[in-house]
């Protein structure tokens, strides 16, 4: 539960305009990167892409959906312990009727999820473990994710991070899904489980080469069919995000921000958010040089 899943930066209907997984925000004296990210990566192709080695390296902060670098695994376990389960005498199979919850118990099955546990999981917490096991299941690697790499280079080169939102502010929303909106929730879950691996491998290449034309071809309309979770997953934690980026417009450094690809294309992502706002985002490129003249300068 420590890693946000994968298909919450990659779902939805993204717009063409990008031409790399990083844009550049130009402060008065310095610069603000702002990079898609996935969170989950095969160990064997989780090189990162130019444009975001090339951010990381002109930038002297490192900022996040959440600080990972002080997120404590076990905070997170007592947290989805008290909001995550159902209290006694109440359970998912109850919530979901028999139909949905075979369903369920078959997927889980399949993957592994112990069954003895899973009544007692609230559904949205089922979605999530099923995600996570189920790409765990394909290679990917939640230490070789984008945040998970830089934050191993931030550690190791003394550099500070930060992050948009705690934890209760990210799982809280949802928490906070009414039960019906979180049985469907775990109904579109548990039907994108069933092409997950070939179509996220395409969806990695395109984020990687920065084709958003090609990630708009293969991504599913399913936050279109569910728009009380794109409102919950990705709007409203944008409005919430934007006064904090433009914050960093003001710093006296450089700074790169990393979040879901999701919530930075695409109607009210936040490109377009900054653009209603007057601020000019420019693609990074691989060869783009480096907005200061010296990467320690960028970095005090």
């Known amino acids: 539960m420590r890693f946000r899943l994968l298909a919450f930066c990659l779902l939805g209907s993204l717009n063409a305009r990008a031409q790399s997984p990083v844009w550049a925000l130009h402060g008065a004296h310095n610069t603000v990167y702002l990079a898609e990210s996935v969170h989950l990566l095969k160990p ?134 009414s039960p019906e909106d979180q049985a469907r929730f775990l109904d579109l879950t548990l039907e994108d489980l069933k092409d997950t691996g070939n179509e996220t491998d395409q969806m990695l290449e395109a984020w990687r080469t920065g084709n958003n034309s090609e990630l708009a071809s293969q991504l599913s309309d399913a936050y279109k069919e569910f728009p009380e979770l794109y409102r919950v997953l990705v709007s409203e934690r944008n409005q919430h995000w934007l006064p904090e980026i433009k914050a960093f417009l003001n710093a006296n450094h450089n700074v790169l921000i990393v979040v879901g690809a999701l919530h930075v294309v695409g109607k009210g992502g936040l490109l377009d958010l900054l653009h209603n706002a007057g601020i000019v985002a420019t693609p990074v490129l691989a060869d783009t040089p480096s907005a200061t003249q010296g990467a320690s300068s960028s970095r005090h």
């Open 44 to 177: 064997g192709e989780s090189t990162l892409p130019g444009p975001l080695a090339h951010a990381y390296a002109d930038t002297g902060e490192l900022v996040m959906e959440m600080d990972m670098a002080k997120l404590d695994p076990g905070n997170v376990a007592a947290w989805m312990l008290e909001h995550g389960r159902y209290p006694p005498g109440e359970s998912m199979s109850q919530a979901l009727g028999p139909e949905r919850y075979a369903h369920l118990l078959a997927r889980a099955t399949a993957l592994g999820l112990p069954l003895q546990e899973l009544d007692m999981l609230r559904p949205w917490v089922a979605a999530l473990t099923l995600t996570d096991l189920m790409y765990l299941k394909l290679g990917y690697d939640p230490q070789s994710g984008v945040e998970e790499q830089l934050v191993a280079r931030a550690q190791q080169d003394g550099r500070p991070t930060a992050g948009l939102e705690t934890l209760d502010e990210e799982l809280g929303q949802l928490e906070h899904l």
